[in-house]
DNA sequence: TTTAAATGACTAACCAGTCAGTTATTTGGA
DNA sequence: TCCAAATAACTGACTGGTTAGTCATTTAAA
């Protein structure tokens, strides 16, 4: 294998093995993931990637941590740029598919999930710097919403989960049936009806129906 | 150990054997869990373990189907005896904490969604067994509920998803903070929202508003 | 020539599954 | 009622395979 000389260099190669771990962990678990076929899927040998990890556990840990940051952020910034109101849950709901199809959350809850009572301290990483990042950002779009007088909330960090929850069954469906052909979703409908449900719910009563 | 001579002592030893399987599994992940822990729980050696299970696979697999029949029975009779619409789904979220603070449910789906790759067949069980059982209970009840007029349902099969979407947010979000004493959740106040949701976006909307 | 990145054979530990031996319980003959 | 023989439930030391982690050696690059 062509050196790592450069510390960009290895950065790269640490993110490689990363990536690759994120892969095995999600396929095989944690517990039966071999160090040697993640350095092999990673183009390198064992013996490299204890260069990198110190061992298995920290390659587990640097993957949570790794991921934590960047997505909470990418979530707060859609629910606060949209202005809060049926606008942020409308482009949250559009996002929806997307993450679940196209980013690493899927497969890094899975192995987190699966794996929680082995790493509580990964998983406090994880509930502090996602998972209630995610569910403030959207209380406070509700909120936004109820201050502008478009939303009727009475309880937003309970409304904030609910609002949350299509999203989590979404990708334990997606990741616990994906190899069962019989087990189809349809993420896009199942958004929009949600979405409908929620500005049925939350729309203020119109005062002539009472 | 007292052994078990008749075959109705045989079943009852088998039933605790897979009782200290689904903790064990349930702790330490199916990999890691070790034979001769599960049949140290159960107060036997893991040669009688072997009697009662070819293999550490057989245990798995009986696990799944033991607990899928039961359960699935239990709600479709639920969901039925309420006679459709918001009376069944106020008694789906009322039983809702109950099932997840005191049945093998919560456990088991852990299992079954951190070795859903490996296990194949017990996910097609599960799935067919237990969850779209459920999924068509509500749809089900949902649609009385539109017979009735008391509904406004455009889309059964999705809203369904979403009745129940609630109840797995609050199933992981136990089984993956239960150790982590800053993660509370309070089930009763989140079921009594989503109810008070679901009925004000499936009420049908008054004439008088038109 | 020097450096340090990369390698993979090795070892020490772990554990699923086996099976020869042990012992609780039943049976039936005295 | 007592006890010896028969039965089969139960046990745990053992084996064979697997893999995390190490380190002496190789080799790409400076």
Redesign the interface.
Known sequence: MARARTSEAKDLRRSELMDAALEEFY??????ARMDDIARRAGLSKGTLYLYFDNKEALFSSLVEAHALPRAERLEAISQSSGGGFAAISAMMNLAPTILRHTAIPKLV?I???????F?AS??VY?TQIVERILRAVARALEAGRDKGEMNID?PV??A??V???V??SL?WR???E??P??K??LE??FA??EK??R???SPV?E??L
Chains 1, 2 share one sequence.
């Open positions: 396929e095989r678990g944690f517990a039966s899975k987190l999930v699966a794996n929680a009572a082995q509580p998983v406090t509930r309880d309970m409304t989960r609910l949350v929850a299509p989590l069954f334990v990741i616990t049936f190899h069962d019989e087990a979703l349809d409908a199942l009806q949600h449900i929620l049925r719910a939350l119109p002539v129906a």
